[in-house]
């Protein structure tokens, strides 16, 4: 069966990159399901939840906003933040979320702000992901 090798990277590190059946992304225009052979496309990634098939088994990534390039036999994504679900630590998570949150209510210039808009997005998205998968 043919597969597709799936990479993640943020500035950081390489999060992921392991072979795989099929991937779901959130697109900009919704979920894409991205199986072998897919025709090459090159889109944005929003926020939300990547989900990895491999084996006939589930994997679950919060990821941030990016990039994704798609071949038939390649998806590599480039994101800002991207965590494994079982990764995730939901205090810390919901912290930051909390820390955001109270930025916001502060007088901030127009580049402080989309800072700590993308922060506060990234810990929702995590907490979204752990939370969903915890269920």
Known sequence: MATLKLEIVTPEAK???EDVDMVTLPGVEGE???YPMHI???TQVTSGEIVA???GQDYYLAVGEGFVEIT???VAV????AIKADD???QKAEEARKRAEARLSEKLSDEESATVQAALLNSL???NVKRRRRN
């Open 78 to 81: 480039l994101t800002d933040m």
């Open 53 to 55: 098939r491999k084996g």
């Open 40 to 42: 090459a496309l090159m």
């Open 88 to 90: 995730i630590d939901e």
């Open 32 to 34: 894409m399901g991205i």
């Open 15 to 17: 999060i992921y990159s």
């Open 72 to 74: 038939g036999d390649r």
């Open 125 to 127: 998205t995590q907490l």
